[in-house]
Each structure stands twice: as C-alpha cells, then as structure tokens.
C-alpha cells in the first residue's frame, strides 16, 4: 500500500487498476449473457465427437474473442452517444436511484469521450482481424454465415453511432438478430451447413437480449423519449408497451411449441424449455403486475442463462442420441 501511496496521492499504480475497470465497464464485461450462443454453436457442431478437431476449436476460440471485441465496441459507441445526447445522463443520474452510474465512465466523469472512442475503434479493428482469421481457417466458409458475420459488424458500429440506426427504429429486432447471428455463424464456418433446430435455438437465444433489453427500454422511457430514440416502450403507452411485453413473452413459447409440433425440433423440446416459459411468467408479473421493473429487467438475465443451459442439454442429448 505505502509503495503506491505517496504523500497521501494515489500514483499511476493506483490509477492503472481503476482505469482498466473503467474500460472493462465502457464495454460491458460484465454481461456475458451475449457470448453464451458460442455453447450452443459448440454443441451442436461437436458430435460426432472424433470429427471434431483442434482445429475447430481454435475457429471457435477466434469467433469467440472477436464477438467479445465486437460487441464491446458496440457498446462503447452507445455510451458515447448517450452521453452526448444527455440520454444517459438523465437515466443513470441522481434522479434515478435505481440505476448506478459507476456503469457508465462518461457519466461518472471516469473516461473521456475521446477514451471511449479510442476503445471502441481499437475493439472494432481486433474484432474484425479475430473474425478474419476465424474464417480463414475454418473448415468451411459457405458464403451464407460470411455475409451475415459481415453484416452484423457493420450494423453493431452503426447501431448507436454514425448511422444511429437504433434512433430510427428497429432496437428490438436488431437485439434478436444480433443474438441469432451469434449463434448461426461460428455453426455454419465449422460445419458448412444451415440447421432448422439450430435456428430456433438461435431466435430463442436472441430473445435473450431482447427480453432483458425491453425492460431497460420500459426503465428509461423518459430519457429515450426526451433524445428521440424510438423504443416501443418511448412511442406507446404504459398499457401498450405491457402488452408488447407480454405478447413477446409468449412468443418466445410458442416459437419453441411451433418447433416441436412440426419436427423442427424434437417433440420433448417445449417440455424441456417449460421452466424458461415459468420463469418468463414471473418476471413479466414481476414487471407488470407488481410495478418493479429493474427486479424484473434481473430476471431476465436469469431467465437467459438458463435458456442457453437448457438448449445446449437437448443439443448434446440430440448429438449423442445420433452417433449411438
């Protein structure tokens, strides 16, 4: 302690650690919740078990570390641009209590913009190289998951910055996209080929976001509202932005039931995912009916977590059921 203590202030030993915290919460570190697709990826391309090599999993690996860069860039630039906009300064400041803004550098005076801007075009740059590379030593490299990997590089700096795409619109779908793309790509680079089961797994998994996304959106209305950024939750009313809610709600059911009637996915499938549905059910009565919506927008995180843990069971059940 006294060797980075001197004269009673804190010397570049003590001011490194707080910086790289600071970095680590400009990009979200902390919810992993949109890396966690790479389980099902995984999953569902490992079976037979002696086809799968080292060499997919470096691909994965890569995939893996570049999403990481990715998305931190991604955020990074939306925290610039709520910041700018005051978005941020009036979700995160000290008339709302509920949220802290020791998660947002720039609000709490931890960062510089020209910082956060530096992170998240340096994290833009390796994520492009990592996925790069991931491609070029893939097995295979059908055009379907380039293109869509591509895409969804461009679209993600683009979200908040530059072309602000989530201030015209769209923030909802793009939550989903982004969670099914992550999912679908590193599957078709290891084995070159495009799986119906595996695309409901990704649409659920991109609920994931979604789900937890909306109730952020129902938390910050008014801030979105005063900047002009178009949630559902900004352009209806408290009535209708519930029943969007709850309608998504079961959708996310009945995506899973529609799989398992038509053979899509195994029949057992919608049972398997019953304590999603359950839990769903809670934090929508949590949010809707008991008024308390950051407990509920918690939830959903939960909820998430164990969707993947439940996909990728009934991926592996599924794989070694195939290989028998």
Not at 26 to 37: A, H, I, N, S, T
């Amino acid at each position: 302690m006294t060797d980075s203590i001197v004269a009673g202030r804190p010397t570049a030993a003590t001011h490194a650690p707080s910086r790289l915290r600071s970095y680590a919460r400009l990009g979200k570190l902390d919810v992993y919740d949109y890396y966690l697709g790479i389980f099902l990826a995984l999953a569902t391309a490992l079976f037979p078990l002696d086809t799968f090599t080292a060499r997919k999993a470096l691909v994965l690996a890569l995939f893996l570390v570049g999403e990481i860069a990715v998305l931190m860039a991604m955020v990074a630039l939306d925290d610039v641009t709520g910041f700018r906009d005051g978005s941020d300064l009036a979700n995160y400041g000290p008339d709302n209590p509920l949220r802290s803004k020791a998660r947002k550098p720039l609000v709490a005076g931890a960062l510089t913009v020209p910082q956060a801007l530096r992170f998240a075009w340096t994290c833009a740059v390796a994520g492009a190289l990592l996925w790069t590379a991931a491609a070029a030593l893939a097995p295979h490299r059908p055009l379907w998951p380039l293109v869509a990997a591509g895409a969804l590089f461009v679209v993600s700096l683009q979200y908040s910055y530059g072309l602000k795409i989530s201030y015209h619109g769209f923030q909802e779908a793009f939550l989903v996209a982004l969670g099914a793309v992550l999912v679908i790509v590193p599957y078709g680079l290891l084995t070159g080929e495009f799986a119906g089961f595996l695309m409901v797994q990704a649409v659920l998994f991109g609920f994931g976001p979604l789900m937890f996304g909306v109730y952020s959106n129902t938390n910050d209305v008014e801030g979105d509202r005063a900047v002009g950024r178009p949630t559902v939750a900004a352009l209806v009313s408290e009535r209708g932005n519930a029943v969007f809610i709850g309608v998504l709600s079961a959708a996310e059911f009945l995506i899973g039931a529609l799989a398992s009637a038509t053979g899509t996915a195994p029949w057992w499938f919608v049972l398997l995912m019953l304590p999603v549905t359950a839990l769903r059910t809670r934090q929508y009565l949590t949010g809707f009916v008991r008024g308390d919506i950051m407990t509920a927008r918690r939830t959903g995180f939960t909820v998430h977590r164990l969707s993947v843990a439940l996909m990728t069971a009934a991926d592996i059940l599924v794989g070694w059921g195939a290989t028998r």
